[in-house]
C-alpha cells in the first residue's frame, strides 16, 4: 500500500508561507515515496471559515503546482462521523458537559491562581478549573434543559487510566529537538473541549476521525502542533484508531521572529505572488529550493 499523506488548511484566512512550506513538503514527501496526497478543508468553524478563503486555497496549491487527489474532503459535510466517535468516547464514560463561559473560566483561573501558579496547556492556555464534573446526573439534566450553552469535555485523568504509556513515532522534530520514538502527555492538555452544543465535534476529534477514515499513514504539519499530537494519540487509542507516524517541520517566521498569521500581509502567498514571486522562489524562501 502507498503511503498516504494530507495537507488540512482551514478555510479562515489566506494561505501564507508557513502553509506553503507544509502543504510543499507533503508533496515532496508523497512524490519520493510513491505516495498519495490528499487535501482536507478544516471547514467546521463556520463563524471563521469563508467559501472565498477556501476557492483561494484551490488557488494557491495549483499555482505552486502541487498536485492533490480529488474528490477533497471537507469537514463540515461528515459532522455524523464526528458524532459517531464522541458517542463512541461518552459511551465510555470520558465525555461531560461544563457550562461555564469563558469569562467564568477566566474569572476561576483568577481565583485559583490565589493560591500559586494554575497549570497551563503546552500552548500556554490555562486548564479547564471548573469542576462540571462532579455534578449530578440531575444537575446536567436541568442546566441541559435550561437551553444553557455548554462544552464536552474529555475526562482526561479517566482517559488516560484506560491508556498508559502511549508514544508516537517522529521523523521530523519537535520544538526541543525531539525525534524518534516521543512520550506523549496528553495529560498535559487537562480536560479539552471535544465538541460544543451547537458543533459535535473539535479540531482534537476531528483530525483524528479524518486521518483514519482516509487512510493517512503520515501527519506533516508545523512544530505548532506537535504538542497537540499527545492528545490525538490518546483519542486514536481510545477510539481504536491506527497511529500514523508524524512529520512536524520548523515553523517558519517573519523578520521579527513571530510565528506567521493569517494576517501579515508580507508573509502571505498573495502578496508575494503579486509582488513578482516564482512557485521556485516560494520553495526557497521555506527551505525547500
Ligand atoms: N487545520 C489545521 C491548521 O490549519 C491543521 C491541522 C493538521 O495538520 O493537523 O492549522
New binding site residues.
Partial sequence: MPPVF?????PNGFLHLG?AC?ALLNFDRARETGGRLLLRI?DIDATRCRPEFETAIYDDLAWLEIAWETPVRRQSEHLGDYRAALEKLAALGLVYPAFESRAEIARLVAAREADGPWPRDPDGAPLYPGDANSLSAGQRKRLMESGAPYALRLDMAAACRRVAGLTWHELGEGPGGEHGIVPARPESWGDVILARKETPTS?HLS?VVDDALQGVTE?V??Q??FH?TAVHRLLQALLGLPAPAYWHHVLIRDEAGHKLSKSSHSTGLRELRAAGASPASIRRLVGLG
Fill in positions: 494530507r495537507f488540512a488548511p482551514s502553509h507544509s478544516e479540531y483530525v501527519v504539519r508545523g505548532d502542533l497537540a
